[in-house]
């Protein structure tokens, strides 16, 4: 029961745009402004994971005020301007007031939902009351055991380069019977979806699949609980479809097939209940990459064109892009090259047609390199040895450092490509650079593909490097 004291009634002041930062963001995406953003925090040592999601707050006045990482990087990457130049509101006026309440008077701080009045700022921040939730009186009480049981650890768990994962020790916390879920729920699961895609962009999937299970069990008992309004209803039935692909990944990369096509499943039963087309695609899309690593190239040729069917009113070419790529990947397994190339040509062509607003906030490692990653993998399926290599390397340059997974995965690519295209001393060189990633990177799909290019390798030993390499493959820690 909501206390006494806590106003229910009292209308929310509509948020009111911020058009002074979105002048800033200029012509480019929201995708691309949020990537400049990353690029800017990395400048002056700061970790802020910024998406599209979060430009489109922003710039709809949801985030009055943002949490000091962001102020340090806005003020950085606009020197000279200060955060009411930028469109916020000035701190002081945010600062630890409560929504609702009555004459806009401070709370007590442990109360306080922080500065940013009507929106979630996205994965690790630096203050505790820097996350802010939309008040609701059905959640408040609830919503802190639900928040601890997603989102504790933050930035603490990359730094510990997968650690115990901070949220995992409190899932027990998330089994407690709950009243009916709030928008404060719905932004812990949000934010557990985000957080779990940017430690996997880091650091792969193989130390994190476990863990993940916590916030998974969590979001399906938020769903049984029910919400308290319609919108709120869809958002949890959304977070819980993207976190469902998103640990379905996670089993995926790290060689747990079954686990993975049971994740998807229930990320696409759940699209097919509420409705959901991004969803729908999303988990198509998913189902599509995991039939094609399983064997059944057939299998993801179907499931890739339902994900085209599902996304194509959606309105974001390059979503149709990746998934003409999933087809490609599953007519190359079928040694159909005339399918693959047509495929590849309409993956290009869906690129070149540039971002959107519509484009999907989990498709931001979707670029230029992991376009030319997808089509090296199409070509060396197909066997077509130098120009899956040329791909690749291509891949490996273009890739953001951001995404160090992606990174080692295609500079293992490289290797495999060159080593079974008769260069075993530029393989080598390639192999080295890849395993010098591992030491970031936990992921059985980049480790499986060393092994294949060192059983490749051995007839070559004594050419240049290639020792070396052996070598320092046979020394690498067997996985647990």
């Given amino acids: 029961m909501a206390s ?211 916030p998974l069990r969590a979001a399906y008992q938020l769903l049984d609980a029910g919400a308290v309004r319609q919108r709120t209803a869809d958002r949890l039935y959304a977070g819980a479809g993207e976190l469902a692909i998103s640990v379905g990944w996670l089993a995926h990369d790290s060689g747990r097939f079954d686990d993975a096509r049971s994740h998807y499943a229930e990320a696409l039963a759940t699209a097919r209940v509420t409705g959901d087309p991004a969803l729908e695609a999303h988990a198509f899309c998913n189902t599509a990459f995991l039939a094609r690593d399983a064997g059944r190239p057939r299998e993801a040729v179907r499931a890739a064109q339902a994900a085209q069917r599902a996304a194509r009113p959606l309105g974001s070419p390059r979503l149709m892009s990746l998934l003409a790529l999933r087809e490609a990947g599953g007519w190359a397994g079928l040694a159909d090259r005339a399918g693959c190339e047509q495929a590849l040509v309409r993956a290009q062509a869906y690129f070149d047609r540039g971002p959107a607003e519509a484009d999907p906030e989990w498709m931001t490692f979707y670029g230029e390199a992991e376009l030319e990653g997808l089509e090296a993998q199409c070509w060396s399926t197909l066997g077509d040895w130098p120009r899956a290599a040329r791909h690749a390397r291509r891949a490996a340059e273009l890739q953001n450092p951001h995404f160090t997974r992606n990174l080692a995965l295609y500079t293992a690519e490289l290797a495999d490509d060159l080593a079974r295209g008769g260069r075993p001393d530029e393989a080598a060189q390639a192999g080295m650079r890849a395993l010098d990633l591992l030491s970031d990177v936990q992921s059985s799909r980049v480790r499986s593909m060393l092994s294949g290019t060192s059983r490749v390798l051995l007839p070559h030993r004594r050419t240049s490097g290639v020792s070396e390499f052996l070598d320092r493959h046979a020394s690498l820690p067997r996985m647990v």
Avoid at 45 to 63: F, L, M, P, Q
Avoid at 89 to 109: C, D, H, I, K
Avoid at 193 to 206: C, F, N, P, S, T
């Fill in 4 to 214: 006494s004291s806590v106003p229910s009634s009292q209308p929310a002041r509509p948020p009111r745009p911020n058009l002074a930062f979105r002048r800033l963001r200029g012509s480019r995406s929201p995708a691309e402004f949020a990537a400049a953003v990353r690029r800017a925090a990395r400048e002056i040592g700061e970790r802020v994971s910024c998406d599209a999601r979060y430009v489109h707050r922003v710039e709809a006045g949801e985030i009055r005020c943002p949490n000091y990482a962001y102020e340090r990087v806005f003020l950085h990457m606009f020197p000279g301007r200060t955060l009411t130049d930028l469109g916020f509101a000035p701190r002081s006026s945010v600062r630890g007031r409560r929504t609702g309440a009555a004459g806009g008077r401070p709370e007590n701080p442990a109360d306080a939902t922080s500065e940013t009045s009507g929106a979630c700022e996205p994965y690790e921040t630096h203050d505790r009351y820097d996350t802010y939730d939309e008040y609701d009186p059905h959640d408040h009480e609830e919503s802190d055991v639900l928040r601890r049981a997603f989102m504790t650890g933050g930035a603490t768990v990359a730094a510990a380069a997968l650690g115990p994962y901070g949220f995992a020790p409190e899932a027990s916390a998330a089994q407690r019977p709950v009243r009916r879920a709030g928008s404060t729920d719905a932004c812990a699961l949000e934010e557990a979806v985000r957080r779990i895609r940017v430690l996997d962009d880091r650091h792969g999937a193989d130390g994190l699949y476990r863990r993940a299970a916590a």
